[in-house]
């Protein structure tokens, strides 16, 4: 199965992800975890894409693409993936489309939570991450089993740098700007699976699946 979720940022994508990992076996494969990762190892790459995200504006297609390209050929991706975060540009659509292509390959399912802003920002408010695992809990509509700590694997959860309300509005702009177009691109490729994600999560993960049947 190659899937991907998609949405505005905190609509849901990376939460979902987790379940389709655990039903199917395939890795997830989300670029702000990469990058995230590329940061605390503080690699020359991590360094310049920190610029991007800490304002809240999208990293450049070339870099984005580059990590894609690297991950889609690891082992761990022959029987499947769920692409997180990407692509967010049409470029990265293209690309990746040229990807599968080379490698025999196509995507079955682009499932699309669809979240009004207004509920965007309540969910991004209280997010809290592990930052070991990339797993995404709330305060207050997924608490985690005990306060503060990864039910997954245990780490301490922390509040993402970029998860601040004026970074917000910056990241939803360039969703709409840039991300969004992508639903006509993947209507016409005939695998986009729209989803009502103001739903309460366990209602979402069902039409997740639903979809997939
Ligand atoms: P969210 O879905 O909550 O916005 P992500 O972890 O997917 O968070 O992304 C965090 C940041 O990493 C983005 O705001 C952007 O700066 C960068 N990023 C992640 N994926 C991409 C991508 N495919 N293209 C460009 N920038 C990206
Ligand atoms: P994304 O990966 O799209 O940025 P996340 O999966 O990290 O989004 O979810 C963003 C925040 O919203 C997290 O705090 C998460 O626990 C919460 N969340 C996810 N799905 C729902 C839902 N259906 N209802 C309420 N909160 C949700
Ligand atoms: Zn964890």
Redesign the pocket.
């Known amino acids: 199965m190659n899937l991907m979720v998609f949405g505005a940022?905190?609509a849901g994508?990376?939460t979902q992800a987790k379940f389709l990992t655990e039903r199917y076996n395939i890795p997830q494969i989300?670029?702000?975890?990469i990058?995230?990762a590329a940061i605390a190892d503080e690699t020359a790459m991590g360094m310049e894409?920190k610029k991007?995200?800490d304002a809240?504006?999208?990293?450049p297609?070339s870099t984005?693409i580059g990590i894609i390209q690297d991950r889609l050929a690891q082992d761990d991706c022959a029987n499947g993936f769920v692409l997180?975060?990407?692509?967010?540009?049409l470029k990265?659509a293209q690309a990746l489309q040229k990807l599968l292509d080379d490698s025999g390959k196509k995507l079955d399912k682009v499932l699309s939570f669809d979240v009004p802003d207004s509920q965007i920002i309540e969910r991004?408010a209280g997010r809290r991450v592990c930052p070991k695992c990339g797993a995404s809990f709330h305060v207050q509509f997924n608490p985690p089993k005990k306060e503060d700590v990864c039910d997954y694997c245990g780490d301490a959860l922390i509040i993402r740098k970029?998860d601040n309300v004026d970074t917000v509005k910056n990241?939803l702009e360039?969703y709409h700007a840039q991300t969004a177009p992508l639903i006509d691109f993947y209507k016409d490729l005939g695998i986009f699976a729209p989803i009502d994600g103001a739903q309460e999560l366990h209602l979402v993960t069902k039409d997740m699946f639903e979809a997939l049947v």
């Open positions: 940022p905190g994508k990376g989300s670029t702000g975890d990058l995230r894409a991007y995200m809240g504006k999208l990293v297609d984005i997180d975060g990407f692509p967010r540009t990265q991004i970029d990241r360039a």
